[in-house]
């Protein structure tokens, strides 16, 4: 109401001494710390000059394993069901032979990707893993869907990825309780051994 004054102050606000009023020795004493500082060891990275090197636990963006020139997945369709932003599409297409099957196409929206890791997690042939890679830039939408073309991997160069996650698998979860070995053994990967298994009639070696 016009007239009547009003109370605005907070009622914790603290009330400023005079020094604090004229704001000058804050300000000094914020530049005596950043000048402080100047003389510490710099722990920023001069980035994009001075790359990080990640871990190999890091997870950068997913990428599909080349083995021999061509891709390792055999299009179960896992991943894209186990994507949370539905970031994975493929279409598979027969090929005959042991393999069956191989993706025609596939892509990843990294738009969408949150990097999560569980199309690796649940891949059965561990034919998508999470790379190093973290630095991406896109000038457009469509630029930003990774097809085959980008998604492919030599399986050399993920060999970190790839001794990692061996070190991390659970070396055979099917000790720990009563269940057949071969249950487990579903992975193309496996097939030799279940060859072996067949011909010596037995699903417990
Ligand atoms: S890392 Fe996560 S979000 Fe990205 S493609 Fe894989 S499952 Fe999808
Ligand atoms: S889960 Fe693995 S094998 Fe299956 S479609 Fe995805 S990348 Fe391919």
């Not at 804050?26 to 530049?31: A, I, N, R, Y």
Request: proline residues 9%; charged residues 25%.
């Amino acid at each position: 109401m016009p007239g009547i004054p009003q109370n605005t102050a907070r009622p914790n606000e603290r009330k400023l001494n005079f020094w604090e009023r004229i704001y000058l020795p804050e300000v000094l004493k914020g530049l005596g710390y950043s000048f402080a500082k100047m003389s510490e060891p710099l722990y920023t990275f001069q980035y994009p000059d001075e790359q990080w090197l990640p871990p190999d636990g890091y997870r950068g963006r997913p990428v599909l394993v080349e083995e021999g020139g061509k891709p390792r997945c055999v299009s179960c369709n896992l991943c894209a069901r186990a994507c949370p932003p539905m970031a994975i599409s493929m279409q598979s297409h027969d090929i005959g032979g042991e393999k069956e099957r191989e993706p025609q196409w596939f892509e990843i929206n990294m738009l969408r990707c949150i990097y999560c890791g569980f199309c690796e997690e649940v891949c059965p042939e561990e034919a998508i893993v999470m790379s190093k890679e973290y630095d991406m830039t896109f000038q457009s939408r469509e630029e930003a869907v990774f097809g085959m073309d980008r998604l492919l991997v030599p399986k050399e160069r993920l060999k970190d990825r790839l001794d990692w996650l061996a070190a991390q698998r659970n070396p055979d979860p099917a000790t720990s309780w009563e269940h057949p070995r071969a249950n487990n053994r579903h992975s193309l990967r496996e097939r030799p051994f279940l060859g072996h298994v067949a011909a010596h009639g037995s699903h417990d070696a």
